[in-house]
């Protein structure tokens, strides 16, 4: 190899590492940018081989795996590849996702065996997982142990997840050892009985207690989602209606109508708001973990914002059980409203939860640095006409996302529409705001609600304020379900008067990324511009909103 063939070698894996680096990061665009650089590069050069590995390494962030295999595997073998070691490792990986484990080691070992290959490591860490998943322990902390060296003398950033892995690994072999509870040692118990005949049911139970001693453990360790800088909408309806709809399905469409709260997800923080009914069923379905919280807001004391507050902490307490990892991430914070946190406190200190980390929030003290990157500014709300509630209260979360961009969320809460709403919420970049439910006189401007914005309080809000975008959510649905009409009639009257505002109605699913403030495709996953997002009804009343792109929605 030439002196100059090698420098343009050399700028290949540059590239090569500044994309990986990228996509930990979570920056899928700039991952691109430098592999469409490469694959440039190589092209000019006339290593068309080596193009194909850059043009692979897309393919894998666009998840399109079956791809990597048919484009790799006619070059891999062909003498003209530089990269062969790298394309190897693109190989093995996929053949990991596809579970063909047996494969996926003899990609591995291939990638070692290239001497243009410096990365040992990585292909090391991957044959690790690899016979993790196999179920092959040993075999696993020889390769981790071996990858752990090379990171720790080449790339200390990813020693923490070896150790993770490693960590993991020690605690399946002691789950495997003993069993979950000792579910092990019982059925070694009924295995040591005289022999049963074939027809004896205890044979069964024998098979069923060992294949599923360990699915706590396995939920503990799992992954959530990738995604960060978005806020998930995970409500629905409101108040009782989710308990009503679930025992008489058949007066909502035969729906159950979904409860739930809010989660905003960054690099570093997670947090909810407002845990309500079916919270953690909608925040599990969409693929979140526990592992991925860090705080929790609740802004009242009402069913539908913290029933699912206690199961939260009581989740946390799980995880930290049986995930070794769990011990050097942060116990979740909780900040409560005054009524919350004086009725909920108690029952959160007996799951486990510090007592410094159960902290009250109220508007006589607005202004809360929860850390470096989170504040908080809180204000009363008029939720409650007769006082029964100390404090309602909504807030504007202030936060830094990615490239140290800021954005702020206000949140009005429950409440009705007051002077000073629009004060508080003047700056905010997005609006959630609560509707609950609204009378024709209400449409029609005659008269406004005492405990929730509705129609009246909800159309002076957006009038007087200025935010980029806007959720509508907190449906009530006693009187039948007009969420898109809702916005549809926004809409209609805010045009009337010149000024074109984004609204869309919030569901459960619907994902925003707050970097662009563009929505998630229900369909295909793609986050699009406002603009090229587009709501559609429900099959039947009460069913699921969908946010889909041109192209699905076409399609």
Not at 327 to 340: A, V
């Amino acid at each position: 190899m030439s002196e100059e063939e090698a420098k343009l070698l050399e700028e290949l894996k540059r590239l090569l590492r500044e994309g990986r680096e990228a996509r930990r990061r979570r920056e899928f665009d700039e991952a691109k940018e430098l592999y469409k650089e490469g694959k440039e590069l190589a092209v000019r050069a006339g290593w068309e081989e080596d193009a194909a590995v850059f043009e692979a390494s897309i393919l894998l962030i666009d998840k399109k795996f079956e791809d990597v295999i048919s484009f790799l595997s006619p070059i891999v073998e062909k003498p003209a590849l530089h990269l062969r070691g790298d394309a190897y490792l693109r190989i093995g990986w996929v053949q990991d996702r596809m579970k063909l484990y047996e494969q996926a080691i003899l990609s591995y070992q291939k990638a070692l065996g290239d001497p243009n290959y410096d990365t040992p490591g990585k292909a090391w860490h991957n044959m690790g997982i690899t016979h993790r998943l196999r179920g092959e322990f040993e075999e696993a902390l020889q390769w981790l142990r071996k990858a752990r060296e090379w990171y720790l003398a080449n790339e200390p950033r990813g020693v923490e997840n070896v150790d993770y892995h490693i960590s993991s690994i020690r605690r399946q072999q002691e789950l495997r050892k003993r069993g979950l509870n000792k579910a092990a040692e019982e059925v070694g118990k009924i295995a040591s009985l005289s022999t049963r005949e074939s027809t004896d049911p205890l044979i069964r139970i024998r098979d069923i207690l060992a294949e599923n001693r360990n699915k706590v453990g396995e939920y503990a360790e799992r992954d959530g989602r990738e995604d960060t800088d978005i806020l998930a909408i995970l409500k629905g309806w409101s108040s009782s209606i989710p308990i009503i709809s679930a025992v008489d399905r058949e007066r909502f469409g035969g729906q159950i109508c979904q409860g739930g709260g809010y989660f905003v997800k960054t690099e570093r923080e997670g947090i909810v708001i407002d845990p309500g009914l079916d919270f953690l069923a909608n925040f599990g379905t969409i693929g979140f973990h526990i592992k991925e919280v860090s705080q929790v807001i609740v802004s009242h004391n009402h069913i539908d914002h913290c029933a699912d507050l206690i199961r939260l902490a009581d989740l946390e307490h799980q995880w930290r059980l049986y995930d070794p990892k769990a011990e050097r991430k942060p116990n979740i914070c909780f900040h409560l409203d005054i009524d919350t946190h004086e009725g909920h406190r108690p029952r959160l200190l007996d799951t486990g939860v510090d007592n410094l980390n159960v902290r009250p929030i109220n508007s006589q003290q607005p202004n809360y640095s929860i850390n470096e990157q989170v504040t908080l500014k809180v204000f009363h709300t008029e939720h409650d006409p007769d006082n029964r509630i100390p404090d309602s209260i909504g807030f504007v979360l202030n936060l830094i996302v990615a490239r140290d961009r800021k954005r702020s969320i206000g949140y009005t809460s429950d409440t009705a529409f007051f002077k000073r709403l629009p004060k508080y919420l003047s700056n905010c970049d997005i609006i959630i705001a609560h509707f609950s439910y609204a009378e024709p006189a209400d449409y029609e401007g005659k008269e406004s609600h005492t405990r929730h914005l509705g129609y009246t309080g909800l159309l002076r809000l957006i009038k007087e304020t200025e935010a980029n975008l806007y959720v509508i959510s907190e449906f009530w649905g006693g009187r039948g379900d007009c969420r898109i009409e809702l916005v549809q009639k926004l809409l209609y009257d805010l045009k009337r008067e010149s000024r074109e505002v984004k609204i869309i109605p919030g569901d459960v699913s619907c994902i925003i990324g707050l970097r662009k403030l563009d929505i998630r495709c229900s369909r295909c996953g793609e986050f699009v511009p406002y603009e090229e997002i587009f709501v559609t009804a429900p099959e039947v009343p009460f069913g699921k909103l969908r946010y889909l792109c041109k192209n699905c929605l076409l399609g």
